[in-house]
């Protein structure tokens, strides 16, 4: 397809808050352009304007709905923490009723001597553990350790009371099966070993004759063979239970990461729905024929409108002699009359012609306040921005995002040197062009709402200006912009090319903007398979503090070059994990 040179979708303004947004401050700051019920909205170029929208008391608008996925290993060590206090109270009673029951029956002194003995740790560690365990932060592997092995303690006294080869032994498969479920496989495997072998040793012992049997119940008449047939049955019976209890938490740990997959899958579905109505209303904007359709500007002849956003449209166009083919941008009337506007499209075209970059569109000539109708000329490309790419195709490559990445980066840095920041950075402002010969290059578009360092216009004073799913925290908070302002919509950019969804979407601009300032998106590598320093490098892209950021895009592109290969710089991980550790992934920082 054919896409227009942008510089076609400025934006306009709506009024911003005073200071970072809150849950609330997200909703008054954005009720201060029109009337008290009135806030900004996107428009159907992603433009801000003005309409109505019901915002409940959160700060998220009304109807809207987010999904918070929690990874499997963290439900089940829910359910394991769950489950250790059951089992606690359940030893905690059945050591009490051991201890109870003793009082009833015979059995030799000494075996009965040493069962109370061994009841006392399991009573001591179990009920420690019950109560601990209210607090499910004190759940740790080293205490249910120390409590399987006082249990397994008391399980063989009582054994050893009972009778080794007494119906006292089916309590082993019992207090296994859930020791065994537990996430440690280090940990499960030597409850299991211990297990196994001291049954083994005490049933051999007595056997031999090596320890005398004073069990409860003895076998006394039942011969050698039929003893080791009983020993060889119950090892049996143990490994079973280890090997069914290990294989019944991996199919729970499997289902569980089945339902999350849908469950990620349904909100980047959503994610994109909304991504995608936005970007229909924006192409049900376009259309073939505008006003100055075959009018001469200067030695430019208009032909059909191949943009159009919220302050002017871009009409394609032929000059000189050979008809060569250009993109000139002009203004709505009403726009015309107003002189603001007129004065940032004039400043559009000197920031774009300022900046020698194959990485920014180039501009061929501006016709200023003495032309007819002010206009821009700039060089007509062929191809598709990033938008269109991603409803196509949904995400990038990781190998095509780091060449997107280093690419725009090197125009931002011309901007940067320049003293400009281009405060709308986002995939509709981004063209991949053909150059030719099966070559394409990034180009970045739209410096319509650019800030010069030295410029001391008052025309965005007090506005949020941009695309509210790719600005910055400090942008939201109409706070003063940067280069990093600049770093954190690539970010978005990286986020969303190697996701295949948005980084901050929501129904209407209140609840993106609220998420932009607390939230972070989801985690990538549980999005998409990645390496997880992947994870790191765009936590780093993201980071709510513009100082938190990478300093330049070439960083960016060079962190994400070696996240891939997961050799991402030590010092570079251990920030992105301090950055995690107040902002984790899919969590707000409330």
């Not at 950075?425 to 394409?440: E, K, T």
């Not at 320093?533 to 765009?538: E, F, G, P």
């Amino acid at each position: 397809m054919t896409a227009e040179s942008k510089g076609a979708n400025p934006r306009e303004p709506a009024s911003a808050p005073d200071d970072a947004p809150t849950r609330a401050e997200s909703v008054q700051a954005l009720e201060r352009t029109g009337s008290s019920r009135s806030v900004a909205r996107t428009d159907a170029s992603g433009s801000l304007s003005s309409g109505s929208l019901t915002v409940d008391a959160s700060g998220r608008s009304a109807g809207s709905s987010t999904v918070s996925v929690t990874t499997a290993i963290e439900t089940m060590r829910v359910q394991e923490i769950g489950r250790t206090r059951t089992f606690a109270k359940l030893a905690v009673a059945l050591a009490v009723t051991v201890a109870a029951s003793l009082f009833f029956v015979g059995g030799d002194p000494v075996a009965k001597i040493v069962l109370w003995i061994g009841v006392a740790p399991v009573l001591v560690t179990m009920a420690h553990l019950w109560i601990v365990l209210r607090n499910e932060e004190a759940y740790t592997m080293a205490r249910v350790l120390v409590g399987g092995y006082s249990c397994l303690v008391g399980a063989f006294c009582g054994i050893y009371f009972f009778g080794v080869f007494s119906p006292a032994a089916v309590v082993l498969p019992f207090g296994l099966y859930f020791f065994s479920s537990a996430q440690s496989l280090r940990a499960t495997l030597a409850i299991y070993l211990t297990c196994a072998v001291s049954y083994g040793l005490l049933a051999a012992a007595v056997i031999s004759g090596l320890l005398g049997d004073r069990g409860l119940i003895t076998a006394g008449g039942v011969g050698t063979i039929e003893r080791l047939v009983v020993l060889v049955l119950v090892e049996f019976i143990l490994f079973i239970t280890y090997v069914s209890s290990r294989a019944s938490r991996r199919a729970t740990l499997d289902a569980i990461e089945r339902h999350d997959r849908v469950v990620r899958g349904l909100a980047q579905r959503e994610a994109l729905l909304k991504e995608a109505r936005q970007e229909l209303e924006r192409a049900l904007a376009f259309g073939g024929m505008g006003r100055f359709t075959d009018t001469t500007l200067g030695p430019f002849r208009l032909g059909k409108v191949i943009g159009r956003g919220a302050m002017g449209e871009v009409y394609e166009a032929t000059h000189g002699p050979k008809s060569e083919l250009a993109a000139v941008k002009l203004l709505h009337a009403h726009a015309l009359a107003d002189p603001d506007l007129l004065k940032r499209f004039l400043r559009e075209a000197k920031i774009a012609a300022s900046l020698d970059t194959p990485h920014v569109v180039r501009v061929i000539e501006i016709g200023g306040l003495d032309a007819p109708l002010p206009y821009i000329a700039m060089e007509r490309l062929f191809g598709e921005d990033l938008a269109d790419h991603f409803r196509a195709h949904r995400q990038l490559t990781m190998k095509k995002t780091i060449a997107l990445v280093r690419q725009v980066g090197r125009g931002l840095e011309a901007a940067r040197a320049a003293g400009i920041v281009h405060r709308d950075l986002n995939p509709r402002n981004i063209f991949l062009a053909d150059q030719g010969g099966g070559q394409q290059i990034w180009k970045i578009l739209d410096f319509g709402i650019s800030k010069l360092s030295d410029d001391a216009t008052q025309q965005t004073k007090d506005m949020i200006l941009g695309t509210p799913g790719y600005m910055a925290p400090e942008q939201a908070a109409g706070k003063e912009v940067t280069h990093q302002t600049d770093l954190f919509a690539l970010g978005a950019i990286a986020y969303r090319a190697i996701t295949g969804r948005p980084a901050f979407s929501g129904d209407h601009m209140a609840e993106t903007i609220y998420q932009v300032a607390h939230t972070m998106p989801p985690r990538p590598s549980e999005v998409v398979r990645v390496h997880t320093d992947v994870d790191l490098a765009l936590a780093v892209a993201l980071a709510k503090h513009a100082h938190d950021r990478f300093d330049g895009a070439a960083e960016m592109a060079a962190a994400l070059e070696a996240a891939a290969r997961g050799d991402l710089d030590a010092k570079l991980r251990e920030r992105a994990e301090r950055l995690l550790a107040k902002h984790p992934w899919g969590g707000s920082d409330e």
